[in-house]
């Protein structure tokens, strides 16, 4: 997660409040695995900050 974490903040612009609720989403899918932690992290950073749907499925670390 801290990897995933860290990349997005080098990678795109984020800090502040949007960069606490990015840690908030990341966090909750650390509690799942998969298929499952995939799927949400596609359904709560899809068109959000840019990243494609082959970036976030790279997020994924469960």
């Known amino acids: 997660m801290e990897k ?6 080098e990678e795109f612009d984020i800090d ?3 960069a606490r609720i990015l840690r908030n989403v990341l966090e909750y ?6 298929d499952e932690q995939c799927d949400f992290l ?4 899809d068109g959000t900050i840019g990243l494609s749907d082959r970036e976030i499925r ?3 670390w469960n």
């Open 4 to 9: 995933a974490y860290e990349w997005l903040l």
């Open 29 to 34: 899918a650390d509690r799942m695995g998969g």
């Open 58 to 60: 790279n997020l994924c």
């Open 42 to 45: 596609t359904e709560m950073l």
């Open 16 to 18: 502040g409040a949007a």
